[in-house]
């Protein structure tokens, strides 16, 4: 297969519109954790596996340089954590569009700011108690603990001493 078949058949399975590059080209094939995988073969036959915006970034702007390539990620600029939850379930994950994206490290793409805001929008626990002034404790490290879950666990621990 060819360069351009390639590319063809990559684009094929992305939702997108060349002529509005504000809105997200999302993934429309198979997914792991929200990314898009793509799936193809090799010059040698061999099947690989790519992650869709990955490839997207490179089929737009070019190859990765490889002295760079094991330290750099794609972070995607469409992803505002103030607005959006993190987590597999984030569309931002199967965004494709190159405009979207940029080079960046780990550190910088999964900064505190950039991930864990969204868990300080959440009003209750996955219990459904309320986090507010009085039920809710903190950690050491900052993290929010429920209050009332934490003193219903505390209780089932002596119980069974």
Known sequence: MTTQELEARFWSKVDFDPHD?????????STQRGY???????????RCIARAHRQAYIFYWGEIDLYFSSRIEIDH??????????GDNCPHRRCCNPHHMQLSTTKNNSSAERMVYWQYRKTHCPSGHPYDHVNTQFR??????????NRLRAARNRSVK
């Open 140 to 149: 050491t490290n900052g993290h929010r603990v429920c209050g009332t879950c």
């Open 21 to 29: 590059i504000q809105r997200c080209w999302l993934w429309k094939d």
């Open 77 to 86: 600029l469409c992803h505002d954590p103030l607005r959006c939850q993190s």
């Open 36 to 46: 898009g995988n793509f799936h193809f073969y090799n010059t040698t036959g061999t």
